[in-house]
């Protein structure tokens, strides 16, 4: 029981009369990766938006470490450790991969509003930022701008900034669409590092990086959960075959 | 270690230079206004170019500075730095609580926001009696700065305004080259991305938005003690209008963009002044060639010639 990190009961939410997230009681244990699928429309991103407080719900609660954070707002969600990254990547695209990274490091230093000092003193964070974008494979991109950077380094970026907050839940929006296999397999070889002491929650479409990297996995249809479990149990239930096979991109 | 680039320091020297040397030129008058509208648009651009944020109102802060310390140095006697000071004062104050209003809302909604209420400030100072209503604050005087020095002469004040126009810009520098101004350019840049990574996103808008209108103060400040007079003309909206138009002809989001802006479309006003409406015609026809041929700005489109940030 007490290694449940994230929980919801009754999470919904409706856009006017349309039900995106159906009476959803999601529970993430802590130290898995746990992916989130369905079909395009299904409310994974509704989910996301719920689950970091960028949406409000329309009913239900949202418990995290055992705190109820269904009032609170988007930043104090972060501040708690749950962290999360967006479908459309989200850099900073006139900003160098350090300035983006560094921003997160600087966090830390609580609410940065001296506007009379110099940026000078933020190079305390250059090192950690540097050995970030090192493990991310990004060190010959230093100072590029975000913007310049390819698609699959623009994620890379995304996922370096991220963890620079050391965030003890991630929640990770499609980190492989649109990306070619080298770079697939690069988020996922990161993913494998980086999940050490942490909790992913992510939503992937591509099943086999499922298969590979998730422990549990939820099956989402019209905002409902329609199956839950390991990927052996999940994919053998014929209400997801068929959820599936009635939706052309999976 | 300044935060200027190399460029930009010798962009900083030769506009020092030009403040020198240009009174012995032109009218220290003509000069003086350039600066303090030099100094409104520099505080403009810091909301627009550096945080993303569209200010219709800004004339309210301007304007009020403007009236606060022409009265204040009229009626109280005090000292013009201090005048100026209060300028400053009262643009923040008025700043904290538009802004605290205005902030919640995102892009063109902020911008009606802000503009409706200007209106607001502009009829409060239409009807109020300290302002003169239609004949504004007239015959004020210019003071001593610090109780000591007249400022009676147009070219001791000139190195007064120059003094306090440099000081603004070099602030609104740091302001941008600052750990805070960081968080601000990442909320420009993408403000979903800001606040998931924790940041209260509004209490940095309201600070960077208080302290624009505190420079917006000043400059209304420095130019009612420069001119004698404090007016309706100074809150109203298209003096909001103009320094948009500033901005946007000089370049928007670089650091000498706003004052260059300044520098052309005060000159305009006051060479063109003969032809009377043509005024007016011909900023809005610069205003659209400018939008649509040189969407950076004069300056904005020499840097991008030379390959530099200016
Ligand atoms: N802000 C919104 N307003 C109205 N409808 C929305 C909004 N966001 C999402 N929806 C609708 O909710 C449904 C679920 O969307 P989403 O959560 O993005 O799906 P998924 O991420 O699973 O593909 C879709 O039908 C979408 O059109
Ligand atoms: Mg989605």
């Known amino acids: ?250 | 270690m300044t935060g200027f680039s190399r460029v930009q320091m010798i962009g900083v020297a030769l506009m020092v230079a030009l403040i020198v040397l240009a009174p012995s030129v032109l009218y220290p008058v003509f000069l003086m206004k350039v600066l303090c509208f030099a100094l409104f648009a520099c505080a403009f651009n810091l909301l627009i170019g550096y945080v993303g944020l569209l200010s219709f109102g800004h004339a309210a802060f301007f304007g009020m500075g403007s009236y606060v310390s022409a009265w204040t140095i009229k009626h109280w006697g005090i000292t013009a730095e201090v005048a100026i000071l209060l300028g400053g004062a009262t643009g923040a104050a008025l700043g904290l609580v538009l802004g605290w209003l205005a902030i919640r809302r995102q892009g063109l909604y902020f911008a009606m926001i802000t503009l409706a209420l200007a209106q607001m400030v502009y009829f409060f100072c239409l009807q109020a009696p300290f302002t003169g209503g239609e004949d504004g604050i007239q015959q004020v005087p210019r003071g001593k700065l610090f109780g000591i020095v007249p400022l009676e002469s147009d070219m001791t004040i000139y190195w007064l305004v120059a003094f306090v126009f440099l000081a603004g810009f070099l602030l609104i520098h740091r302001i941008v080259h600052s750990p805070f101004g960081q968080v601000l350019k990442a909320i420009r840049e993408n403000e979903p991305r800001a606040t998931s990574l924790g940041y209260r996103t509004n209490d940095y808008k309201l600070i960077a938005f208080v302290l624009s209108s505190m420079l917006a103060g000043i400059a209304g400040g420095t130019k009612a003690l420069v001119f004698g007079i404090a007016t309706l003309t100074d809150v109203h909206y298209s003096m909001s209008g103009e320094v948009v138009l500033m901005t946007l002809l000089g370049g928007l989001g670089t650091i000498f963009g706003p004052v260059m802006g300044a520098l052309v479309v005060t000159a305009m006003e006051n060479y063109l002044a003969q032809f009377g409406a043509w005024v007016t015609v011909t900023q809005g026809v610069i205003f659209m060639v400018c939008v649509l041929a040189f969407r950076r700005g004069i300056i904005g489109e020499i840097g991008a010639k030379l390959k530099v940030t200016l």
């Open chain 1, 1 to 250: 029981m007490s290694d449940i990190i994230l929980a919801t009961s009754g999470l919904t939410r409706e856009f006017g009369g349309f039900v995106a997230v159906n009476d959803v009681a999601l529970r993430v244990e802590r130290g898995t990766i746990h992916a989130l699928i369905g079909p395009n429309g299904a409310g994974k991103t509704t989910c996301f938006n719920l689950l970091t407080k960028f949406l409000p719900p329309t009913r239900g609660r949202i418990e995290f470490k055992g705190r109820d954070i269904t009032r609170l707002s988007p930043a104090e969600v972060a501040r708690l450790g749950l962290v999360r990254s967006f479908q459309i990547s989200a850099v900073f695209p006139h900003l160098s991969a350090i300035e983006n990274v560094r921003l997160a490091l600087q966090r830390s230093r609580g609410a940065s509003f001296d506007f009379w000092r110099s940026e000078t003193v933020l190079s305390v964070y250059d090192e950690r930022a540097r050995s970030l974008l090192d493990d991310v494979g990004l060190s010959d991109y230093v100072d590029t701008q975000a913007g310049l950077l390819s698609y699959g380094r623009k994620r890379a970026l995304e996922i370096a900034t991220t963890l620079a907050l050391e965030p003890e839940m991630m929640l990770l929006d499609e980190p492989t669409a649109g990306m070619a296999h080298e770079d697939v397999d690069r988020v996922v070889n990161l993913i494998r590092r980086i999940r050490e002491g942490r909790t992913i929650l992510m939503v992937e479409h591509n099943l086999s990086v499922v298969e590979g990297l998730c422990d549990t996995i939820t099956v989402l249809t019209r905002g409902r959960i329609l199956a839950e479990g390991d990927y052996a149990t999940v994919s053998k239930n014929p209400e997801v075959i068929s959820a599936y096979l009635g939706s052309a991109d999976a």
